[in-house]
């Protein structure tokens, strides 16, 4: 089935409902989502969303921008640090317009509480800048955009998995390939402008507090598409994953006042953190936690610690915390009120993904040059501003900062231009693919290869890395791709077909391992959430740059292009 | 430990009319149900078909019936159930797939409450004000995942034609919410002859809500007020 509109946005989280808030009633625009919007991963994000509003105590864009930097250890675009800064301020206050039930102080305005890494003058110690709603500020946000796209009347593909994206001869965006899940049927989308809003893929990772879906569909249609990406080697591992289940527990229970204790019962962020202890940044401590893991300090010499909010008061634990106090409750049968709860790294967020500028223009090289017609936002999106480690809370103002940007442009750009034609037989790579899977019989299993590459990311691509287990971590998921070749699907059907979806995914997992592994064997040095055994140091001589990785005939090539440095010059990163 | 999941299938491509199938799987008593369905759907038979995203009852997909309750799958675990687990899809939608039901009808219901802030005065620069004791009366009801398990556990809903608890719960979070202005259209939604007079007070679509929320109190509440209004 063919459609037209001026733009299309593929993903119903925040990002993608923020741009369509800009577009809706101004041009002709819809939204493709793999999922009812509303069952977006935005809705999982738990703590907060950071804005120097000074409500509670004095603070500053510039130091909002300063931490995010330092934050991500220098390799973030400053420009882009600093919008997110300035602009997070005014995009909370108009959520808050749009209804959003933020938690209040006593004279009615918005509260604030702690989170990692955020701090006042520069770091002299933590500073209240996140707003929040309770522990559930991601579904609030997915909640209010969702309601604003009703009342705006926004036109929703629901349950329509992205399959390609599609270029003219030269280069210009003009449309992407869909599957309606439901029918089976596959959808042309002509529009003039694209914005791939899909969100992350922690499904790579065998723990990891992402929902089942995140596969990385619109980074992997990007890169299968000869463009490139960027930073891929910067993957974050949240400290405060469930034991084994990798379901998040907010970094809010330690903005509240929560401690790490390892088997010793020691408050171990003094040894690594003196100044933010369990507030530091989540690299500096995922790494500390394993560090007293390896040391043989985890709880009962086993490879978890605890979080401890049992010195909180109730009423906060189970007010403030009410959501990570229904999990603990749930799935470990534990009561945070009383019980320290057991935890480990959690494969969380991907730093890196589809190069944009600040205004989400998609870009293909060192020079920024964009692709016509193409955007993209959200985590799916590198524009940089989370560098080698976002922070806490930056995810969500990265959403609503920059999918708001991203929509603007957007409308401008279809105002200006005219569409362009498709390219000859569109949707012919998409259904190919779709006719292989549907005929393939071979003996390999969807499942098993997606638990072996879950499993080699976990061992060797995780927070500690060497060369040599990237190189092993490489020739795995060459047998896996050859593998992959060789699987055979039970469900041949068009109706719903889920098996299908699955098989299509792990398609994309592939494309996002490859390219994570093969800019981190390159990058020689540790920064940030990237820490490589056999080069322990920063090593800002040689690589103060963003990694890009492009799919070429002849196998991956990198390249590499130069951070943008304003106003705070790389300084060694202590907390 | 091992448990036998009894499982109500149907393709409508090939089937014409649902039928169970038990499937044994080997599973943690601290496993979800999602993780046994999964185990199914991964290495016995990919075709069996059901939604899910997020894993841990916050995303709203896996809503269905597991031994005779609705539940999130990823919200109850095995050891709760027992050896042998009935899941059937959610009662008083059409079934698309196995446990897939459309929700379209659910998500129009939705809507017709006008589920967002009406408020046309021009805001201010800043924040509008809105004290922690008026934020406290949306606490509940904005916790909200819409996934249909009160709706779908209502009798009324099953046999007549009403909004619905998910949908009155949407509404009342807006009602009571102190920064918006349209009271008076909501309650004329919430009070026609679709709206809360058709709750009879039976309190399913509280003990099914995997958010805890109070559901037939919050609809007793939008009865209150239109009453108090009218009077």
């Excluded at chain 2, 899941?87 to 009808?105: A, M, Q, S, T």
Aim: aromatic share 8%.
């Amino acid at each position: 089935m063919y459609h037209r509109f001026d733009a299309v946005i593929v993903g119903a989280g925040g990002a993608g409902l923020m741009a369509a808030a800009q577009l809706a009633g101004k041009c002709s625009v819809a939204v493709i989502s793999k999922l009812y919007p509303v069952r977006s991963h935005t809705g999982a994000a738990q703590g907060g969303i950071a804005a120097a509003l000074g409500n509670v105590e004095e603070d500053h864009w510039i130091w909002h921008m300063f931490d995010t930097v330092k934050g991500g250890d220098y390799l973030v675009d400053q420009d882009a640090a600093e919008v997110l800064a300035r602009e997070a301020i005014d995009a909370i206050i108009e959520l808050e317009h749009w209804g959003f039930p933020f938690n209040r102080l006593p004279d009615g305005r918005l509260d604030q509480r702690r989170f990692g890494g955020h701090t006042r003058n520069f770091g002299e110690g933590p500073v209240r800048r996140a707003c929040y709603a309770a522990d559930r500020t991601g579904h609030m946000i997915l909640q209010t955009l969702y309601q604003q796209s009703i009342k705006n009347q926004v036109v929703f593909f629901d349950e329509f998995m992205v399959l390609d994206l599609l270029l003219t001869e030269n280069g210009v965006c003009t449309g992407v390939v869909a599957l309606d899940i439901a029918t089976g049927e596959l959808h042309l989308f002509h529009a003039k402008a694209v914005l791939l809003a899909t969100g992350g893929y922690g499904r790579v990772f065998k723990v990891t507090s992402n929902a089942l879906s995140l596969t990385g569909d619109g980074v992997a249609i990007v890169f299968r598409r000869g463009l490139p990406l960027e930073d891929m080697e910067f993957y974050q591992f949240h400290p405060t994953g469930i034991y084994k289940m990798g379901i998040l527990l907010s970094e809010a229970c330690r903005g509240e006042g929560g401690i790490l204790r390892n088997g010793l019962g020691e408050r171990f962020m003094e040894r690594y953190a003196p100044t933010l202890l369990d507030l530091a940044p989540r690299d500096v401590v995922s790494r500390s936690i394993y560090l007293e893991i390896r040391e043989g300090r985890g709880v009962e010499g086993k490879d978890y610690v605890y979080l401890d909010l049992t010195h909180l008061p109730r009423e906060v634990i189970e007010t403030k915390l009410a959501d990570n106090t229904d999990f603990v409750r749930t799935y470990l049968g534990l009561d945070p009120v009383t019980d320290p709860i057991p935890i480990q790294p959690t494969a969380h967020y991907a730093m890196g993904g589809i190069p944009t500028d600040v205004d989400g223009r998609v870009t293909v090289d060192a020079q920024n040059t964009p692709v016509p017609g193409l955007y993209a936002a959200g985590e799916c999106a590198c524009v940089s501003v989370h560098g080698a480690n976002r922070l806490g809370t930056n995810s969500l103002v990265d959403l609503v900062v920059f999918g708001r940007r991203a929509g603007r442009h957007i409308l401008q750009f279809v105002q200006e231009n005219e569409l362009h034609p498709l390219p000859k037989e569109p949707d012919y790579q998409a259904r190919a693919e779709i006719e292989w899977l549907l005929e393939s019989d071979g003996d390999e299993k969807v499942a098993t290869i997606r638990a072996e590459l879950q499993e080699a990311m976990m061992a060797d691509v995780s927070v500690f890395r060497t060369g040599d287990g990237l190189r092993r971590a490489r020739q795995k998921l060459g047998e896996l791709r050859n593998r992959y070749t060789r699987i055979g699907i039970d469900d041949r059907g068009r109706t719903f077909n889920t098996d299908l979806i699955e098989a299509i995914e792990l398609g994309y997992l592939l494309d996002c391992a490859e390219a994570i592994v093969a800019c981190a064997l390159a990058r020689e040095e540790s920064r940030g959430a990237h820490y490589r055994e056999d080069f322990p140091q920063r090593d800002d001589v040689n690589w103060l740059k963003h990694t890009l990785v492009t799919r070429t005939s002849g196998g991956l090539e990198l390249s590499y292009k130069p951070v943008v440095i304003t106003r705070f010059q790389p300084k060694e990163r202590t907390y | 430990m091992q448990v036998t999941l009894r499982i109500q299938r149907f393709n409508p491509d090939t089937d014409t009319k649902p039928y169970y199938r038990e499937y044994a799987v080997e599973v943690e008593p601290t496993d979800r149900v999602l993780d046994a369905l999964n185990q199914v759907k991964w290495y016995q038979d990919g075709s069996l078909t059901y939604r899910r995203s997020c894993a841990h009852g916050i995303c709203g997909s896996d809503a269905m019936r597991i031994n005779g309750r609705n539940r999130l799958a990823c919200k109850v675990l095995i050891k709760e159930l027992g050896s042998k687990i009935t899941v059937e899809p959610l009662l008083g939608f059409r079934v698309i797939k196995d446990l897939v039901v459309d929700l379209e009808p659910f998500f129009d219901q939705y809507r017709t409450v006008m589920p967002y802030l009406i408020n046309d005065e021009p805001p201010p620069a800043r924040e509008r004000l809105q004290t922690p004791e008026e934020r406290e009366l949306i606490e509940d009801t904005s916790k909200c995942i819409l996934c249909a398990c009160c709706t779908a556990a209502c009798p009324i809903f099953w046999t007549t034609e009403w909004l619905g608890p998910a949908a009155i719960v949407n509404g009342h979070r807006f009602l009571f919410d102190s920064r918006d202005r349209a009271t008076e259209e909501r309650l004329a939604v919430l009070n026609q002859r679709f709206g809360v007079w058709r709750c009879r007070t039976i309190f399913n679509c509280t003990e099914a809500c995997p958010r805890g929320i109070q559901v037939t109190r919050a609809i007793e509440q939008v009865k209150r007020r239109i009453l108090f209004e009218q009077g």
